[in-house]
């Protein structure tokens, strides 16, 4: 689905809903119908979530807005992300739904912006953005880290990214993941995650560990060493237990272990 048929579908639901639901006419049109592209949409929602005593919506709001009219590829990005969850998560019926509601979507879009502004020199303000992500959404990611595109946080409650982590494209992740590092020591400490990883929920990945491309983290392993690519870990401490199952793992979601035998 190209850009503008992505906003067009948006569009499309969105007057759908209104008829639905009329008693959320107002918040729609606000977030998506009052906005003449997707990027628009994306930096409303982005100051009206944000916002505080601290920082008027109104600065956020310009923040965003320059971010998308100088940096095209963060609007790509973000369309993969909706693209993204719109295919994987069964939940999800409706493009509208990951924009207006879905805070695994929103968080990541919150980073995104935070990151640019790491990338601007803009350090304070990107601190400023990653801690009301963390106060709005219960996602803690640092703005340094690099985050692919295409990437799905499914429910996204307590997930934690730390500053040296990288997440390549087309990665899948639930609730309660922890890319982190095993102490003090500063520099180069975080996990490097492939392309096509699938992270089941309460995973945590620690130390300056890569785990291999199409490859899958079963729920609530501790992974402390490096993973091949297309292999699925299990355990604490996680081991091998077989190959991937599939070729594209994070995108069919499926997290059922068909072997206990090690590798």
């Known amino acids: 689905m190209d850009r503008d048929a992505i906003w067009a579908q948006l569009c499309d639901e969105a007057k759908e809903a209104v008829q639905d639901e009329p008693l959320l006419g107002s918040l729609i049109h606000a977030g ?42 963060l609007g790509d990005a973000a369309r993969a992300d ?28 919150a980073y995104r912006m935070a990151h ?19 106060e709005c959404f219960g996602v803690d990611i640092h703005p340094a880290a690099t985050i692919g595109i295409g990437v799905m946080i ?23 993941v922890t890319l982190g590092g095993t102490g003090k020591a500063d520099g180069d400490r975080h996990p490097k995650i492939e392309e096509g990883v699938l992270i089941g929920a309460g995973a945590k990945v620690l130390g300056n560990i890569r785990v ?9 392993s501790v992974v402390l060493h490096d993973v091949p690519p297309c292999k699925t870990v299990a355990g604490v401490p996680a081991r091998i237990v077989g190959d991937a199952g599939c070729s594209d793992p994070s995108l069919s979601m499926n997290q059922l272990l068909e072997t206990d035998d090690e590798v």
């Not at 003449?36 to 600065?59: C, D, P, T, V, W």
């Not at 291999?212 to 609530?220: K, T, V």
């Open 154 to 176: 499914d429910h996204a409650h307590s997930i934690v990214i730390g500053e040296t982590a990288q997440v390549g494209n087309h990665v899948s992740m639930l609730h309660s």
């Open 116 to 134: 640019w502004l790491w990338q601007q020199g803009r350090r304070d303000m990107a601190y400023f953005v990653q801690m009301r992500c963390s």
């Open 82 to 109: 909706l693209m993204a969850v719109y295919q994987r998560d069964p939940a999800t019926h409706r493009l509208l739904q990951p924009v207006l509601f879905f805070k695994g979507f929103q968080a990541l879009q």
């Open 212 to 220: 291999g491309h199409h490859s899958r983290i079963a729920s609530g």
């Open 32 to 73: 998506l119908l009052h906005h003449h592209n997707f990027e628009a949409a994306l930096a409303y929602r982005f100051s009206l979530k944000l916002a505080s005593g601290e920082m008027s919506e109104q600065i956020l709001r310009e923040i965003a807005d320059q971010a998308y009219r100088t940096t095209p590829e």
